[in-house]
Each structure stands twice: as C-alpha cells, then as structure tokens.
T-cell receptor, first 109, second 116 residues
Framework: DAKTTQPTSMDCAEGRAANLPCNHSTISGNEYVYWYRQIHSQGPQYIIHGLKNNETNEMASLIITEDRKSSTLILPHATLRDTAVYYCIVRLFNNDMRFGAGTRLTVKP | DGGITQSPKYLFRKEGQNVTLSCEQNLNHDAMYWYRQDPGQGLRLIYYSQIVNDFQKGDIAEGYSVSREKKESFPLTVTSAQKNPTAFYLC???????????????FGPGTRLTVL
C-alpha cells in the first residue's frame, strides 16, 4: 500500500501556479519524498525529491513541512503540457517505491 | 542518447501463450525493475534485480518470470499462469538498489500488453 495520500484530481488555469498536496504522516526519519508524473500511456517522469529542506529545480519546487508529515509540489507556471497524473512517493530503498493512484492534474486554457 | 527502451510499445497475444517483454538500458545502471499498471491505478512491483544473475520477487510476482544475464537487459516473461495479464508494463533502472538521491529511478516508455 502507498504510504501517501493525495487528492484524486485537481484543476489549474494555464499560467497559474499548480499546488499539489501530499500527506505522508507515517514517514520515517530517513525516507525521502519523491514526485513523479505520468502523461497518459507513457512511463513516469521524475520531477523532484527532498528529505527535509525545500527544493527547487527547473521543473518544480517541493515544500516539505517542518514535521515532514506533508509536502506540496509547486509548478510555478502551469502549461497545458503539465496535464498528467502526479505521484507523491516516500521511500528509503528503490524496491520500496509505492505508487498510489496519484493526483490527476488538468491544466485548462 | 542514454535511456531505457522497451519493445514493442503494443503487444497482442492469445490467451494461454507465454510472452516476453524486452527492457534494455544503456545507463550503466546496476538495478532494474518491472512494474505493472492497471487502468486508473498506481504501479505495482513485479520483480527487481540488483546485479547480473540475481533477482527478487516484488509484490505481485506470481505468473511472471525474469532473467538478468546481462547488465543492460532485464526481460520479463508473462506466463500462462498469470490470470489477468492485460496491463501496461513498465521497466525502470537505478544506479543501485539502496541509497539516497543519486539513485533516482528512471522509467522506460512502457509496453501495453493485451491478451485476447
């Protein structure tokens, strides 16, 4: 079973920031938070990961709460090509990647 | 270009036939993985391999078999014992099984298997 809880779906207007929440209340101290996305009928694409600190790369920002029980993925300026299913995963080892159903983000013009 | 390739993209087979899905990587990764995805669902781990000639069962290994004769290749055979083989199959690889951020898992494009 996935160790995370995400909303089933979200909408976002094109050009606006998309904020995708994730709850991981049972995360252990050395487990990382990973985000992937999957466009229909393609393999999941790595977005970003973090342990304790907030992280930013060319694709997104990851905000992790101080108690590490939840996080938010931020796409700063969503485009139509960002429409996808977004997965939040907590893991220690690579054979422990538990993908739940994710959040289906729809970016609307 | 470095990456993971899976072939074919679409595969059709008759019920009762074994079928082998290909996965090749040129990333020099040690660890490789096979996942199954059903419509509207997340990914479930079938098998994984840390090194050549070694592999372990994941959560749903029944009805599947794998081999790891070469570092670059990790083929998956869907046998007739798999009750519901129709699904989207994804292969992935990492530098190693256990570790931190440098061991991010990368995925191939997937193979959609339909059993008629």
């Amino acid at each position: 079973d996935a160790k995370t809880t995400q909303p089933t779906s979200m909408d976002c207007a094109e050009g606006r920031a998309a904020n995708l929440p994730c709850n991981h209340s049972t995360i252990s101290g050395n487990e990382y938070v990973y985000w992937y996305r999957q466009i229909h009928s393609q393999g999941p694409q790595y977005i970003i990961h973090g342990l304790k600190n907030n992280e930013t790369n060319e694709m997104a920002s990851l905000i992790i709460t101080e108690d590490r029980k939840s996080s938010t993925l931020i796409l700063p300026h969503a485009t139509l090509r960002d429409t996808a299913v977004y997965y939040c995963i907590v893991r220690l080892f690579n054979n422990d990647m538990r993908f739940g159903a994710g959040t289906r983000l729809t970016v609307k013009p | 270009d470095g990456g993971i390739t899976q072939s074919p993209k679409y595969l059709f087979r008759k019920e009762g036939q074994n079928v082998t899905l290909s996965c090749e990587q040129n990333l020099n990764h040690d660890a490789m993985y096979w996942y199954r995805q059903d419509p509207g669902q997340g990914l479930r781990l079938i098998y994984y391999s840390q090194i050549v000639n070694d592999f372990q069962k994941g959560d749903i290994a029944e009805g599947y078999s794998v081999s790891r004769e070469k570092k670059e290749s990790f083929p998956l055979t869907v046998t007739s014992a798999q009750k519901n083989p129709t699904a989207f199959y994804l292969c992935a690889s990492t530098t190693r099984l256990a570790g931190g951020p440098q061991d991010t898992q990368y995925f191939g494009p997937g193979t959609r298997l339909t059993v008629l």
